[in-house]
């Protein structure tokens, strides 16, 4: 049984159209999760650990005007496109497409307003919540009128996430969450122990200064890359040298619920396992926190203090015809859905 609940959490400055931003918490016996409907921002996430006490394992603030804010897009809803577009340009059906420049030289994440930017219309579900929103024809300069829906569902220990979208053009389209986790609870100082391993045989390295895909597809097999058995984090840097991962990891092509991914926390028994559809999975641990934000209860979150594990197609792939299509035409339906197990061992 999911419990789920609203209540009012905000309202936005007059200056940005207004609005009342509500709070929706879902509720089982092992999770309890709470979204806004600005951006579908996931602002909590509580599961258990072996003592059977709840803990919140996602970075966020208290209170709206921090989401409002520049932050780094915490438990964000990220489109219309994930991750980074070089140059913020391309071609779709022979016209050139111009994107804000948002992170010099690239756009990142959908752009100056994307969709965590927004205000989304809610529709309570028996055992979830459904947001939905028509991001208009030329809405940070993405090409058609596109009609989409971010279903939030709660069975037991596992938290689905499902996107669809309709569009009346051509446009490409990569939708994900970014929820940033820590599953000592949010807050603690870093990552450095948990155990992490992600089900891909390649990766995507990029280009240094820009951090867009080179475009090369490479075998994990003898790199830091290879996370096919569980590492912890910390000594696993060390080892390589790696100053973080902000990196693509390939998943099977396939379209269906495919296991990808698995953190563990020891101390706690706190573990999370996910599921997708997508095609690949950015696996990021906070390379860019820098301890300057004031998030919940007054928590700060310096540097590698949290890890984000976002399903998405593969950045850029709108200039990349050897990646997996970027495309959604008029008449198609894009469908993803991404699983977060929570459970304890
Ligand atoms: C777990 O909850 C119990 C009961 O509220 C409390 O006594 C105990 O200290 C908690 N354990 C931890 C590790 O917080
Ligand atoms: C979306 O895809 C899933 C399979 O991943 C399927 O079960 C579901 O029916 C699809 N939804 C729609 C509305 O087509």
């Not at 310096?302 to 950045?315: D, R, V």
């Not at 709108?318 to 008029?330: E, G, I, M, T």
Request: hydrophobic letters at 35%; aromatic letters at 10%; charged letters at 20%.
């Amino acid at each position: 049984m999911t419990e789920v609940t609203r209540e009012m959490f905000g309202h936005l400055p007059q200056q940005g159209g207004g609005g009342a931003v509500e709070k929706f918490l879902l509720k089982s016996d092992s999770v309890k999760v709470e979204i806004i409907s600005l951006g579908c921002i996931i602002t909590a996430l509580e599961t258990k650990g072996r003592d059977g006490n709840f803990s919140d394992i996602a970075l966020g603030f208290d209170r709206l005007e921090g989401y409002v804010n520049k932050h780094p897009y915490f438990g964000a809803t990220i489109g219309r496109v994930a991750n980074r577009i070089a140059n913020g340009k391309f071609m779709v059906e022979g016209k050139e497409y111009k994107l804000a420049l948002n992170n010099p030289p690239n756009s990142l994440h959908g752009g100056n307003k994307g969709f965590d930017k927004v205000l989304w219309t809610p529709e309570v579900l028996l055992n979830g919540i459904r947001f939905s929103r028509t991001s208009p024809a030329g809405e940070e300069g993405y090409p058609g009128e596109l009609k989409v829906w971010v279903t939030y569902t709660l069975h037991g220990g596992e938290l689905a996430i499902n996107y669809r979208a309709q569009s009346s053009n051509t446009t490409p389209i990569s939708l994900t969450n970014h929820a940033y986790f820590n599953l000592a609870g949010q807050g603690s100082h870093d990552i450095y122990n948990h155990e992490v391993s992600i089900e891909a045989d390649f990766y995507l390295p990029v280009d240094d200064n820009t951090l867009i895909p080179t475009g090369e597809v490479v075998a994990v097999q003898d790199t830091a890359f290879d996370l096919r058995k569980p590492v912890e984090l910390g000594r696993h840097m060390q080892k390589f040298q790696l100053s973080g991962f902000d990196h693509t990891f390939c998943l099977e092509r396939s379209e269906a619920r495919r296991y990808c991914a698995r953190a563990h926390h020891p101390p706690s028994g706190r573990t999370m396992e996910v599921y997708t559809t997508q095609p690949g999975i950015q696996f990021y641990t906070g390379n860019f926190l820098d301890g300057s934000l004031e998030g919940k209860g007054g928590s700060v979150y310096p540097k590698h203090s949290a890890f984000c594990l976002e399903t998405q197609n593969w950045p850029d792939a709108v200039n990349k015809p050897r990646f997996p299509s970027a495309l959604l035409r008029p008449g198609e339906e894009y469908n993803h859905t991404t699983w977060l197990k929570f459970t304890v061992a």
